[in-house]
């Protein structure tokens, strides 16, 4: 299971400058709108300590961690739900992520213009959700209607959902983004179909100057206050920092980082903001082929987990073998694991925990 995180945000906010960084991918990044024409696509391996340490005590064969995909999205502008700047043509490209990563200016700079003349980060978000909540009020529009004369003719279904679909419609006629409806997930559940573009979780990430790391300044704190309001994170980057560290060594980019009073660079904040958004957590696999990562979501059931790996696993799934990963790192092997009466058997009903390192047992 990959996540997939499209990057949304005005033209010239530094959207394709930290897709570059983050992807170490060559996508145009010029200080002009609309530079990128296309949704360019990378795929991140996520940073984990933990398959490094295994690693460590397995010598595998091969390695492998499990993925983040960055979906580079045209910059929007105001009216481009109504064909404005490239049009909407980009916004069904959204259709495609799990979750949005809004990139907010947070930054002064006049060597690089601003699609609305100045900074002003909330304005900027405000015309992002305008956009999106048009497009997604043309879209239950026309379910509204369909829905209205199906109704009318006694259709079960359809006069059960119109509730909801006036209580959508009436929320995006007001400019209220779905995310923030308070909706259950029942109701969430219903208007899957629809594929809603304001109710996909979002994460703003503040990209602010060298001098504003590690915390941001006060354009920052107006991005937090925001989105608090609706429950969605917040990720203090600099893309001229992420830039720049793409053609450090390792041991020079831990310096570089020090000196700004960063531990890490801001890739590495961004997936676990991430993962915490979609509520993600991540077992592994160990052995002496392969050691792997797997991302599933909380509140996963072993037999699903297993099948994660394989269909197969989960269709004949009997029972999972399960150490704590750091028992294991610190034990040094899975037999002193299962002496020192660590290693669990787990059947259907166990709920996988972050960090589990498992075997599947199944009948084929």
């Not at 779905?178 to 219903?190: N, Q, V, Y």
Request: negative net charge; contains cysteine; proline residues 4%.
């Amino acid at each position: 299971m990959s996540i997939r995180c499209g990057i949304v945000g005005l033209p010239n906010v530094g959207k394709s400058t930290i897709f570059n960084a983050l992807t170490r991918a060559k996508v145009p990044a010029s200080n002009y709108p609309f530079c990128t024409i296309d949704p360019n696509v990378g795929i991140v391996p996520v940073p984990d300590k933990r398959l490094e340490e295994l690693t460590e005590l397995y010598h595998p064969q091969k390695t492998t961690p499990t993925t983040i995909e960055f979906y580079d999205i045209a910059g929007l502008v105001k009216g481009a739900s109504k064909g404005e700047g490239l049009g909407n043509q980009f916004l069904t490209h959204i259709k495609e992520v799990e979750a949005v990563l809004h990139v907010v200016r947070c930054f002064e700079d006049p060597d690089v213009i601003h699609v609305s003349g100045n900074v002003d980060p909330i304005r900027d978000i405000e015309v992002i959700d305008t956009e999106l909540c048009l497009k997604d009020l043309d879209t239950i529009s026309k379910r509204h209607e369909k829905a209205e004369k199906l109704a009318r003719t006694g259709d079960k279904e359809s006069k059960e959902k119109m509730p909801l679909y006036e209580k959508v419609k009436k929320a995006l006629e007001e400019g209220v983004a779905l995310r923030r409806l308070g909706l259950s997930e029942d109701e969430k559940k219903a208007l899957r179909d629809l594929s809603f573009l304001t109710i996909k979780p979002v994460l703003y990430c503040a990209n602010v100057t060298e001098s504003d790391l590690p915390a941001g300044g006060s354009l920052v704190q107006a991005v937090r206050e925001w989105a608090q309001k609706e429950g969605s994170g917040v990720v203090v980057i600099s893309g001229k920092v992420e830039a720049e560290l793409v053609d450090l060594s390792d041991a020079e980019q831990i310096e570089y980082l020090k000196s700004l009073g960063l531990e890490e660079p801001g890739l590495f904040s961004l997936i676990r903001a991430a993962y915490k958004l979609l509520d993600l957590i991540t077992f592994l696999t160990a052995g002496e082929k392969e050691v792997r990562a797997w991302t599933i979501r909380r509140g996963t059931k072993a037999p699903e987990a297993a099948g994660v790996i394989h269909s197969d696993f989960e269709r004949g799934f009997i029972r999972a073998e399960v150490m704590n990963c750091e028992d294991l790192v610190r034990l040094k092997s899975a037999a002193v694991v299962k002496e020192k009466g660590l290693l669990r058997i787990e059947g259907k009903e166990y709920v996988v925990q972050d960090g589990d390192t498992m075997l599947f047992r199944f009948n084929v």
